[in-house]
Nanobody, 120 residues
Framework: QVQLVESGGGLVQPGGSRRLSCAASGSIFSANVVAWYRQAPMKQRELVARIGHGASTFYAHAVKGRFTISRDNAGNTVYLQMNTLKPEDTAIYYC??????????????WGQGIQVTVSS
C-alpha cells in the first residue's frame, strides 16, 4: 500500500507560477505511470500530465508549454511545475501512481487532492 500526499496548492494570481509536490510513502521508482489529474467544479476529472515507461511524457493540450511534470532521482516524489497560470486552471489537483503488475493488477493509488485557485 502506498500513500500519496500532495502539497503546494493555494491561491495564485493569473500569470503566476506554482509547484505541486506529491510525496509517496513508499517506493514508486518502478511505477508504470505517475501522473497529475485535475477536477474543476462541475467538470469531470481530467488528465493533466503523465510520465510513462522510458520517462515518456504526455501533456493535455490546455497545459502544454506551461506545465512540466517531473520526478526526483529517488523516484518517490512527483512534481508539477505550473507556469503562466490562468483562471481556468482552477481545480483540485490529484496525484496518481500506477504500480500494477501481474501479481497485483489493482495497485493504483490516488492522493487526496489539493486545491489550486487562480484569481486576482
Amino acid at each position: 500500500q502506498v500513500q500519496l500526499v500532495e502539497s503546494g496548492g493555494g491561491l495564485v494570481q493569473p500569470g503566476g507560477s506554482r509547484r505541486l509536490s506529491c510525496a509517496a510513502s513508499g517506493s514508486i521508482f518502478s511505477a508504470n505511470v505517475v501522473a497529475w489529474y485535475r477536477q474543476a467544479p462541475m467538470k469531470q476529472r481530467e488528465l493533466v500530465a503523465r510520465i510513462g515507461h522510458g520517462a515518456s511524457t504526455f501533456y493535455a493540450h490546455a497545459v502544454k508549454g506551461r506545465f512540466t511534470i517531473s520526478r526526483d532521482n529517488a523516484g518517490n516524489t512527483v512534481y508539477l511545475q505550473m507556469n503562466t497560470l490562468k483562471p481556468e486552471d482552477t481545480a483540485i489537483y490529484y496525484c496518481y501512481v500506477d504500480l500494477s503488475d501481474s501479481r497485483n493488477p489493482y495497485a493504483t493509488y490516488w492522493g487526496q487532492g489539493i486545491q489550486v485557485t487562480v484569481s486576482s
